[in-house]
Nanobody
Framework: QVQLVESGGGLVQAGGSLRLSCSASGSTFDINRIGWYRQAPGKQRELVAT???????NYADSVKGRFTISRDNAKNTVYLQMNSLKPEDTAVYYC????????????WGQGTQVTVSS
């Protein structure tokens, strides 16, 4: 099992910045890809950014150039630096991970609220 705990959400004005953190515990030795999804009210959950164990990244087009994902394997932590935030970035942000040994199964955190005011 893998447990994911997010932190760093909050309220920020448009144009501001926030940094989200996701700490993983449990069977972290074989985590493959880890990253962030978000869900706004009335909308489906969508990919924000992911990073592989080797450091390959993938971003949603809507956040490219504004968000940066990074990973500290020694600390089992992934970060999402969010700059130039827009009101449309308002959502609950969820940490997500998968493991080499459990293909096709996703682990999720409880989510952290990000609210961007105009």
């Amino acid at each position: 099992q893998v447990q994911l705990v997010e932190s760093g959400g909050g309220l920020v004005q448009a144009g501001g910045s926030l940094r989200l953190s996701c700490s993983a515990s449990g069977s972290t030795f074989d985590i493959n890809r880890i990253g962030w999804y978000r869900q706004a009210p009335g909308k489906q959950r969508e990919l924000v950014a992911t990073i592989s164990r080797g450091g390959s990244t993938n971003y949603a087009d809507s956040v490219k150039g504004r968000f940066t994902i990074s990973r500290d394997n020694a600390k089992n932590t992934v970060y999402l630096q969010m700059n130039s935030l827009k009101p449309e970035d308002t959502a609950v942000y969820y940490c997500n991970a998968d493991r080499f040994s459990v293909p096709g199964y996703d682990y999720w955190g409880q989510g952290t609220q990000v609210t961007v005011s105009s």
